[in-house]
């Protein structure tokens, strides 16, 4: 601006023979550019608000704006579903291909409106409200996109939820007229009432090549494991009704039948099974004085007595989900709701998502034959079982069914996982509630596994420059048996290490290894020399360590790998008067962590210290230059869901003229801010997890009235 | 004049690009700037699925909720008639193909047909007999059978086979139980022959389900059929190696990423995949392998890559490559499956699947997901990509996995059979079975039999006294007054293992399994208690015994010394979870447990044998008092049965027995005692929780 000014009043001197009139032209042009610039600034100021209307606009679409395909009588039809058709078969990967997301594309075609030839729909019903949720769930999710080209699962926007709306020869051929149909390939197809009278056929009966199907009510004959996705029947009243949880426990009912759909002949077992045990067992029926509709979905009775469904159902610990005509009955997703256990009397059904929930921890499958067996069968269920259960069951309902969104994602979850085995959500992601996940230890090291002695340990020695006490602790480390290597870990900056002349002559490699900065989180480092799974950390003043107690650590951590196993042993207690954690290192009955002063343990946790300490902490440690043994206690604590083993009894670790420095740990103002520590990492965990035991190891003879020279580790304990 | 307007237009020509280009210039990045904030928050920048604004139906209108006009049409039993008679052969289940009635009255029962003179079984499928008839599944009553096995080996159905039985279709007709092969149970490792291998067995099985190796996913019949590994026939027949896998090195990489090596199939038998490998090999850290060396005829149809091929395949040799790297290729061969995949999982090396459609081995129950990589074969070119995508903490959890899966379901002709059994009863008694979580983690679904945990109840809750003598109990009044519940049961048989029995009164997890002649202190049992929660998986207790190999005799020792190790804790003073009573009365054959009853001995041994079989892992010592080690070593009670002769040549006897049901020795030494945290510190005994250990 201010340029183009000097530049405009520099032009009179470059064209000496311009007029008044001229300099007109020149006004306006430059209040042109004036405008235009302010224009500019207006439009980067409310760009939202423009394109919002443009969205506006878009959101007062109709679905009779949708454009009318007219098909020919001619159209062709495609073939009946492939029951051979599996993942490797019929389904083409390499539209998928690989990307680093590990997720697949989904295109969805846009809304069209089929007619035959006369303008009759195809669909009675047209597009519902439920597959339109399920279409824009999905494309609003990750997994959409609107390239066609990078697709690699495309749905249709016809509607097949419903098979008794549709006109299926027409519905074939509508879905054989979509650009990309390719036989059906990577076609995705939902459905959750298939088949119809007389024989109700268990998968949806329109011809459909290769698709996928998702469908509601699949048998086992007709389902394609690990190609087709069992999926839920939707029911309205998830969506109308909130039912709030409820605690797990007994109910006032045992076993509740509410279903309206009962074939008579199943429903005469009931009754008799009603009648062998009365009140435990609620048998509801329709109510034959309300009119069809909404308001009598949501009534039942018995024997003139009025219930509140599905309400009623939070009163049962079981419900009972027989089979209708179909397999898939809306009910199972009620029961789920309340949090009431489904017992599933449908032979053959394939249960919804069965290919990643496991309904063993949320279900009950009796077979239909056994149904007059029901209530010994659910009785041998014991409570813990049973409220187990209906937590899982609130769960599954929460997560998998109480929307057309939960149902549309997880069937493409599904589907994603079966393209990227290696990267698919895994078990404990399917099944464990949330509450579960956080409180569930899964410790990496979960094979019970006792290592081979051979291999040894490597130290790993943190120095500053109390060089004497270090040649001192490596002299006395280097006796232990099955020390593998020396590591040393030079904190000092400032200073070089002593030459290679003044070290300790030792039979096994001496590394030095040189840090940048002096930071207590080098000693966690999971340096490359470390080639051990044993870690011995030990600081350069622990030189009261014999060597038989170093070899029985290292014993003992080789039964216990996954464990911190050490010498000096402490505490965490409750002070209840200041409402806050207390570090003790007095004289206590109990040990819940032990110092890495002097600590055996895995690499992996030096790997999981650097890279994977939750929240701060790390730097904490490093600007306080404190508390990096309780961090490290922590977190192996929490991850595993173990306590430390401390080794052999209490004593002075460090050198006995060395009191004076000594004097660190035992500083009163150190010990308060160990004790902020463990609040501090209290609260970035979330929780406490260290685990409190009242036992230490010993040698099997220890202070045993034994011959000390046949013990083998007879040197233990003494000052 | 001319000039100045020509002057002009160019100046105001070249403003208005100036200013086109500005504003284009500005929108251009601000409108891509918008849409870029936009996404952050999580809205999208075009809604490709239009909100539409009018009222749509339900699918499901309210009116048809209930108009199933279920009721008019056929009655379900008559249905169920129906898929019995229409769903045969190829489209067998449960429900259409076994008669679960059969299983009702005797439980979960199989008979095995007695073998018949004259027909040669091989080695293989004469330990899977063997196992099924040493198993506690067995009956060699068919009226109380519940599933049916043959005694004509179908394992090998190649005809050009040496161990190809012929005849199999009259012989297996004519078999009088036969019943269309119902409630019957078919091994097979091989079918089909050269050049197609079909997975024709060559007879009719009829209903009969099909244990079989290299299923493919067209052909396997879900929750019917089950799917076997391939196995050699020198595959032990019980106990079997251990993995190899004895430490968890970090980082988890190994000296190669990926390899294979094993034969190229010239004559188009076989997946086109093994000819492609070439492309992906890159002889550092994936090395894949092929030879075109086999057969008898291999010069006659070899093409141009095989004498290169064939020397860089002498290069490498196999064993090295297994036990060095992370992972190992399983690409399908002339069937699906192929013996790399348990060489792989033994060795610890994630087996990486291409085999398109096989179905993976006891796939009902293992999430595959967990221990292996699952390749597409169509996608054999990003294999490396993917196997050095997987994270380092993912790999050594896969790694693990192998290691309980090959030691859980694999390692033993013993343990695929039962698995397979135990797979089928699970579907039989579909209401008690065990969930994928039980089958999946440590230590397996083979020790979790159906029972039902129940929740800790602390410290001393009731005392179980089990009289186990022929002399009449002892008048009421005579008992010592207690606070807790005391509960006397009189043993009906008086024999040894009813000590292990699962007895519904005990209600406690923690059992305290105490000999009549001990004498513990309170303070001791409460300090093991206490032990016993952080180790409720293990024995928890105070006499030790150890185990050793005696290599003069060539057999194992039992040994009571003092030693610095010990690899058992005596039940005579022990707390152990009471489920293992449980899986002792169950899980054990009755061959030893009656062996147990008839010496009266060695029901400890056999416990601690069991436990470790379970954990893998010692037995915990806790510290004693001195003067109960007196009392149970100098056989202070006259009748103890310590004090026979033949007592410790008995248990010697016992170990190796055990040792050989088991396969394997199962105890694992330990070098550690636990003592109370403060035991025999300087410091004043009052401030000791457990002091009373330490006084004499």
């Known amino acids: ?719 | 004049m001319q000039a100045k307007k020509r002057y002009l237009i160019l100046l105001s020509a070249g403003a208005c690009l100036v200013l086109l280009f500005y504003l284009g210039g500005v929108q251009l990045p601000a409108a891509s700037r918008s849409r870029h904030d936009r996404s952050r928050n999580g809205h999208r920048p075009e809604q490709p699925w239009p909100h539409f604004s009018d009222p749509l139906h339900l699918f499901l209108p309210w009116d048809q909720t209930d108009t199933e006009d279920y009721n008019l049409h056929i009655s379900p039993r008559q249905k169920r008639d129906i898929n019995t008679s229409v769903y045969k052969g190829k489209r067998c289940r449960m429900d259409s193909c076994f008669d679960f009635s059969l299983c009702r009255k005797n439980g979960f029962k199989v008979y095995v047909y007695p073998q018949q003179k004259g027909e040669k079984i091989s080695e293989s499928y004469q330990n899977i007999l063997s196992t099924i008839e040493g198993s506690r599944f067995y009956t060699s009553d068919p009226g109380q059978a519940c599933l049916f096995v043959l005694s004509l080996d179908t394992l090998d159905r190649d005809q050009l086979s040496p161990q190809y039985v012929h005849n199999l279709k009259t012989k297996v007709q004519n078999l009088p139980l036969w019943n269309d092969g119902r409630n019957h149970l078919i091994f097979n490792l091989y079918s089909g022959t050269w050049p197609d291998y079909t997975e024709d067995l060559g007879f009719d099985i009829g209903q009969a389900m099909l244990a079989k190796a290299s299923i493919s996913t067209e052909n396997f019949r879900p929750n019917f059929d089950v799917s076997i590994p391939l196995f050699s026939k020198e595959h032990p027949r019980t106990g079997g190696e251990r993995g190899y896998l004895k430490y968890n090195s970090i980082p988890p990489f190994r000296k190669y990423m990926l390899v294979f090596k094993g034969k190229r199939y010239l004559t188009g038998i076989g997946s086109d995949t093994r000819n492609a490998l070439y492309h992906v090999h890159n002889a550092e850290d994936v090395v894949l392998l092929t030879t075109c060396k086999h057969g008898k005829d291999w010069q006659k149809h070899k093409d141009a890559r095989c004498d290169k091929d064939n020397a860089e395949y002498d290069k490498y040799d196999y064993k090295e490559m297994l036990h060095n790297s992370t992972f190992c290729l399983v690409p399908r061969g002339r069937r699906l499956g192929s013996f790399r995949f348990l060489e792989a999982l033994q060795a610890a090396c994630v087996p990486v699947m291409l085999s398109n459609g096989w179905e993976l081995p006891f796939s009902e129950i293992i999430d595959w997901n967990t221990a292996a990589v699952i390749g597409d074969e169509r996608l054999l070119l990003q294999i490396p990509t993917t196997v050095r995508s997987i994270h380092q903490d993912k790999i050594l959890s896969l790694r693990q996995q192998t290691q309980f899966l090959w030691e859980a379901y694999f390692s033993s002709v013993e343990k695929i059979v039962l698995t397979t059994l135990e797979i089928i009863q699970d579907r039989v008694l579909e209401h008690a079975s065990r969930s994928s979580l039980m089958w999946n983690s440590h230590p397996g679904g083979l020790f979790i039999q159906r029972t039902n945990k129940t929740s800790f109840v602390c410290s001393l809750f009731q005392i179980i006294v089990l009289w186990n003598c022929d002399k009449p109990l002892p008048a009421k009044h005579r008992w010592p007054a207690t606070s807790v519940p005391v509960i006397v049961i009189e043993g009906e048989n008086k024999v040894m293992s009813s000590r292990f029995l699962p007895y519904e009164i005990i209600v406690t997890d923690a059992v305290l399994s105490l000999d009549e002649d001990t004498v513990l202190s309170t303070t001791e049992v409460d300090f093991a208690f206490t032990v016993w929660q952080s180790f409720p998986e293990r024995i928890v207790g105070y006499p030790a015994r150890s185990h050793f190999w005696d290599s003069n005799k060539e057999r194992w020792g039992y040994t009571s010394k003092w030693t610095n190790d010990y690899s058992m804790v005596l039940t005579g003073a022990a707390i152990y979870h009471r489920y293992y009573h449980f899986l002792y009365t169950n899980y054990l054959p009755t061959s030893l447990k009656s062996m147990v009853d008839q010496l009266a001995n060695c029901e400890d041994i056999l416990m601690n044998f069991l436990v470790s079989a379970v954990t893998k892992l010692p037995p915990i010592k806790v510290t004693q008092k001195k003067q109960y080690k007196e009392t149970m070593m100098g056989q202070s009670s006259r009748a103890s049965r310590w004090a026979d002769p033949d007592h410790f040549a008995q248990r010697q006897t016992c170990m190796n027995k055990f040792a050989s049901w088991f396969g394997a020795m199962p105890l694992v030494h330990s070098q550690m005692r636990l003592d109370p945290v403060l035991f025999k510190d300087q410091v004043s005994i009052l401030r000791k929780k457990y002091r009373d250990i330490e006084r004499l």
């Open chain 1, 1 to 719: 601006m201010y340029t183009s000014g000097k530049y405009s009043s520099r032009g009179p001197a470059l064209i000496p023979r311009m007029k008044t009139k001229h300099r007109i032209y020149y006004i306006t042009l430059f209040s042109v550019v004036l405008l235009g610039l302010i224009a500019t600034g207006m439009f980067q100021f409310w760009p939202h608000s423009i394109e919002s209307t443009a969205d506006w606009t878009l959101d007062k679409r109709s679905v009779h704006d949708a454009p009318l395909i007219r098909l020919p009588v001619s159209s062709p039809i495609p073939e009946r579903g492939d029951l051979s058709c599996r993942m490797h078969t019929c389904f083409d990967v390499y539209r998928c291909g690989y990307n680093p997301k590990n997720r697949i594309k989904v295109y969805i075609y846009p809304l069209q409106r089929f007619v035959d030839e006369l303008g009759v729909p195809i669909s009675s019903t047209g597009l519902s409200r439920e597959y339109n949720d399920l279409l824009s769930a999905i494309s609003d999710s990750d997994f959409y996109t609107d390239d066609v080209t990078r697709a690699c699962l495309f749905i249709p926007s016809i509607d097949v939820l419903n098979q008794n709306s549709l006109r299926i020869r027409e519905t074939a051929q509508a879905l054989a007229m979509l650009p990309r149909w390719d036989k059906g390939m990577n076609h995705l197809l939902f459905n959750m009432l298939p088949g119809g009278p007389p024989d109700y056929n268990t998968a949806l009966d329109v011809p459909r090549d290769r698709a996928l199907l998702a469908g509601g009510g699949f048998s086992t004959w007709t389902y394609r494991q690990g190609y087709d996705v069992s999926i839920p029947v939707y029911s309205p009243l998830s969506a109308d009704v909130d039912l709030p949880e409820r605690q797990p426990g007994p109910r006032h009912y045992f076993i509740l039948s509410s279903q309206t759909a009962i074939h008579r002949e199943y429903r005469a077992e009931l009754e008799r099974l009603k009648e062998e045990n009365g009140e435990a067992l609620l048998l509801l029926d329709k109510c034959s004085n309300l009119s069809q509709g909404a308001a009598s979905a949501r009534k039942r009775c018995y024997k003139g007595q009025v219930y509140d469904y599905p309400q009623i159902l939070q009163e049962s610990s079981f419900c009972v989900v027989l089979r209708g005509a179909r397999l898939g009955q809306a009910a199972l997703s009620d029961v789920l709701q309340a949090g009431c256990v489904p017992v599933t009397l449908a032979d053959s059904y394939i249960l919804p998502f069965s290919e990643v929930l496991d309904w063993k921890r949320a279900s009950v499958v009796i077979p239909e034959e056994k149904l007059s067996e029901m209530y010994t069968i659910l009785k041998s269920i014991p409570h813990r079982q049973v409220e187990e259960m209906q937590r899982q069951a609130r769960w599954f309902w929460e997560a998998y069914f109480s929307s057309m969104k939960a149902i549309g994602l997880t069937t493409l979850q599904i589907i994603n996982d079966r393209i990227y085995p290696y990267a698919a959500r895994t078990y404990e992601q399917w099944n464990n509630p949330p509450v579960v996940k956080w409180s569930s230890v899964n410790s990496p090291l979960f094979l019970p596994l006792i290592p081979p002695r051979a291999p040894g340990f490597t130290a790993v020695v943190l120095t500053y420059d109390r060089v004497e006490s270090l040649f001192r602790v490596i002299t006395e480390i280097s006796k232990v048996p099955s020390l593998a290597k020396l590591l040393v870990v030079w904190n000092n900056q400032n200073k070089s290490p002593p030459e290679e002349t003044l070290w300790p002559k030792i039979s096994v490699p001496l590394k030095v290894v040189r840090t940048k900065e002096n930071k207590l989180s080098n000693r966690f480092f999971p340096y490359d020399e470390i080639e051990t799974e044993a870690v011995l950390a030990i600081d350069d003043d622990i030189i009261m360590l014999t060597s038989d107690e170093l070899q029985f650590g290292y014993e003992v951590w080789r039964e216990f790998p996954d464990r911190l196993v050490g010498y000096p042993g402490r505490l965490h207690l409750w002070d209840h008067e200041m409402g806050k954690w207390k570090y003790e290192s007095e004289w206590t009955n109990e040990v819940s962590m032990v110092l890495t002063g002097a600590a055996f343990y895995h690499k992996y946790f030096n790997y999981l210290y650097t890279y994977k300490m939750p929240g701060d902490i790390k730097n904490w440690v490093d600007a306080h230059m404190n508390c990096e043994d309780i961090a490290m206690n922590f977190l192996v604590a929490n991850i595993t869901g173990k306590a430390p083993i401390k080794v052999t009894p209490r004593k002075k670790f460090k050198c006995p003229e060395c009191t004076a420095i000594d004097g660190l740990s035992l500083d009163q103002t150190h010990m308060v801010e160990r004790s902020e520590c463990i609040n501090k990492f209290a609260s970035v965990f979330g929780t406490m997890p260290l685990k409190v035991v009242e036992h230490r190891a010993d040698p099997v003879l220890y202070k045993d009235d034994f011959p000390e020279k046949l013990k083998s580790f007879p040197n233990i304990g003494s000052l």
